[in-house]
């Protein structure tokens, strides 16, 4: 098989409501649910400054006031907001800690029951964002020269991982990256990252009565754990393909790429792979919607040189979404008549209710051959609304499994008492006329990876698709 050509970007998240640059945000465990205020970990302050019980109060003022002007549904889900600060707004003025403040936010948001509506701590971001950055401790901080560099450089081990069978499993080791250098290898068991076992891991999201799927949220975390600045040193407890243990230290590289320059949210690596595989199948890889003066033209190119190709594959698997606008422009070069990608409805003070359609048009020399695109579990928000939207047209075959089910359009605010607060400021409906929402894409063809599989070094999931462009199916 011939060397993928791989480029990598690191952008941070845009917060900007602005419909051109508009976000399918995914939070690392923000998702507002009721249970969110069981699992912090703040330790409870014994009062609170009359200065500080104000900017509670003024932050639950603005998070009531943003739904009630924002919320794309005038009737709020169902949702009585008028009795919901008439029950919460005096738990907030007479909490007595932080936490008990938050708690009461992320209720008044939980009587929604959607997703992407949530309070970030401006501290800790609760217990799943202690799990999620893994911060190194003290022994930690002082074997990595990165902890004394100001202006850290973002690192990179090179792994990928997957739940499947409630084993955290490598499913990928990037060429000449740490990993491979350090001896990893695809099929081994991660029983520990940063002296953390997973497992207790497991247990924390499989608590959570929220939204975001069990699979989803730990594979977010997980992924957020393997990261770093360059120059740290991570360590890791495998079991091997005989499930003998083995700890590896791994000193991150220098992620390649360049710095983007907005937002709040930890930066992301911006991954982007093209190649030819066997039969003369093209194969492009995306990690986000992010970078379209760099994503765009590299997935026109990659387009433009498989003209005459059978088939390509559209790698959307651990894709965490970006910029909707994104989708329907790839699109666009793999149809031949117009369409209508789905629709956000969306609410303002001016305009009341109204519809923004995704339109699809087709680009004079289109791709004609077959198109199959691979889904996981971590294919987040976007890159749902990029495989249903092929989906629903009958343009692709959908390979792998469900999609996270976190389609809606969101923003993140500033609170004056310092945290943030994620919410969506839009519904999205796919052509077909359904909602991604909790239920996410489903495959044509359900496949995933194995073990054994990962293990003689091989992609279960691409074959199943490169089989099928090559087939008469």
Known sequence: MPSRSTSFITARRTLSAAIPATLLLLGLGFNGCASDSKIETQSPQLSMSPERRTQHVESFEYIWNSVKDKH??????????????????????NAESDDQARAVMNELLARLEQSHFGIIPGTSYDRLEEESTAAADDDTTDNNPSSFNSDPEPGWTGINTRLIDNQFLVTRVMEDSPAERAGVQTGWIIDSIRQREVSSLLEVVTEIDGIMRPETQAGLIVHSRLQGD???????????????PK???????????????????????????TDTLKSDIGYFRLSMFMSPGTVLPTYQQFIKDHMDSPGIVIDLRGNFGGIILMAPGMINWLIDEKGLMGTMKMRDAVRGPFEIPLMLNPRKNHYKGRVAVLIDEMSISNAELLSAGLKDIGRAKIFGTRTAGLALPSTVDRLPNGDGFQYAFASYTTSGGYSLEVHGTHPDVPVQYTRDGLLEGRDEVLEAATDWIGSND
Do not use: H, Y
């Not at 009737?75 to 008439?86: E, K, P």
């Not at 040193?233 to 393909?241: G, M, N, R």
């Not at 791994?250 to 792979?273: C, Q, S």
């Open 72 to 93: 794309w549904d005038p009737d709020l889900n169902g949702v009585d907001w008028d009795q919901a600060r008439s029950d919460l707004l005096p738990k907030v003025q």
């Open 230 to 244: 360059a120059g740290d040193t991570i360590e890791i407890s495998f079991l091997d393909e005989s499930n003998q």
């Open 247 to 273: 700890d590896i230290a791994i000193t991150l590289d220098k992620a390649p790429g360049v710095m983007g320059g907005f937002g709040e949210l930890p930066e992301m690596l911006i991954e982007i792979e």
